[in-house]
């Protein structure tokens, strides 16, 4: 019976320790406009971190996409716009840290990427919790080779990423300036709707656009990626079982 018994105990260690590494995280994001779904990038733990944990306080429930410009972007995360009153000024809330800038060149301001948002510090540290999605605009060629000269010093974008700014658009002149920590991957449409509200001179809409924020859990995570490789989800007894030793998602 002993012998069984760890027979089984390390078959589980074993289907735990194979299968250890978790998927990438996400998040879904409710808002008054519609939901959409957020991959988070490994590439980026800090932020990664700091927004899941943030998320999974509530700490972004019922706050306001405060700042909105079309053809660049929507932001939120300031916690002081939770209860604000019609035409308040907002923009200047959120924790009491900051958090380190992570750039790299494989990371741009695409449409549909969360980028974190910043005051002028010469560190380019993150808010703890503002952010903004990227709307953006298309671009020709012409227009990115007099991006290069005048907003990026004759930084060369990728030939990959222009192909990309020049169909799917985005915002390139941000590029290693704000930390970019995610994508879109449905729901992108979403951006596009809460862009197009009337905003006062202060660019926040005249009706409030507010979020809501789930996490997905480690179970929903794997699925979600399994269905994305064309396979079927896993949702079996046995499979919840093995699932409660795996590591902290």
């Known amino acids: 019976m002993k012998r069984i018994f760890s027979v089984i105990t390390l078959l589980i260690f074993h289907i735990c320790l194979v299968h250890a590494a978790p998927p990438h995280k996400y998040v879904r994001i409710i808002t008054t406009q519609g939901e959409c779904l957020l991959m988070l990038y490994d590439e980026t733990p800090l932020h990664r971190n700091n927004f899941v944990k943030l998320v999974r306080q509530g700490y972004y429930d019922d706050l306001l996409f405060h700042r ?20 308040q000024r907002l923009g200047e809330g959120g ?61 060369k974008i990728p030939p990959y990423q222009r192909e990309v700014y020049k169909t799917l658009g985005g915002t390139p002149h941000l590029d290693q300036n704000y930390t970019v920590f995610g994508e879109l991957i449905s729901g992108i449409d979403v951006i596009d709707r809460i862009a197009a509200v009337e905003t006062d001179r202060y660019d926040r809409p005249l009706q409030d656009q507010r ?33 409660l030793f795996r590591p902290k998602y």
Request: charged letters at 30%.
């Open 95 to 155: 924790p009491d840290y900051t958090i380190p800038a992570e750039f790299s060149d494989s990371l741009f301001h695409k449409k549909g990427v969360i980028a974190a948002a910043r005051d002028e510090n010469p560190e380019k540290a993150s808010s703890g919790s503002q952010f903004y999605l990227v709307q953006g605009r298309t671009f020709t060629d012409v227009g990115l080779d007099s991006l290069e000269q005048m907003r990026l010093g004759g930084r």
């Open 68 to 87: 909105v410009i079309r053809n660049f972007m929507i932001q939120g995360g300031d916690p002081d716009s939770r209860h604000a009153a019609e035409r």
């Open 211 to 243: 979020m809501d924020m789930v996490a997905l859990t480690r179970r929903e995570a794997i699925n979600l990626e399994r269905e994305q490789a064309g396979l079927p989800p896993k949702n079996g007894v046995f499979v919840k079982f093995l699932d």
